[in-house]
């Protein structure tokens, strides 16, 4: 299956956070466009999860650890770590889950 990213219609997943998701039988993409103080609130989930910053700064904890990171930084998240984050500026965002995010469908 092939894929435009211009036309995958984005789904606001939580305030402020607006995602084009594409997901295949292990794993789910989420190219997230974040609105400038949207945040994430601490949770954790069974899914492994890469996070990569293509824009702004977005500020990110990690097994109570925090970081602002910035465009090129990536994240690898672990299964079951606690984490949340907030967008110090826009953002833009690329989330990497496996396996599939299945409520994100």
């Not at 989420?30 to 492994?48: D, K, L």
Request: a negative charge; hydrophobic letters at 35%; one cysteine or more.
């Amino acid at each position: 299956m092939n894929y435009k990213l211009s036309d995958i219609t984005p789904k606001e997943i939580m305030p402020g956070y607006h995602g084009k998701l594409v997901h295949t039988q292990n794993t789910s993409l989420a190219f997230w466009e974040v609105e400038e103080g949207a945040e994430v609130p601490e949770h954790s989930h069974m899914n492994e999860q890469i996070m990569h910053v293509i824009e702004g700064e977005f500020e990110f904890t990690l097994d109570g650890k925090t970081q602002v990171y910035h465009p090129g930084d990536i994240v690898v998240i672990a299964p079951h770590l606690k984490h949340s984050g907030k967008a110090l500026t826009p953002c833009k965002l690329l989330d990497v889950f496996s396996p599939t995010r299945e409520e994100y469908r």
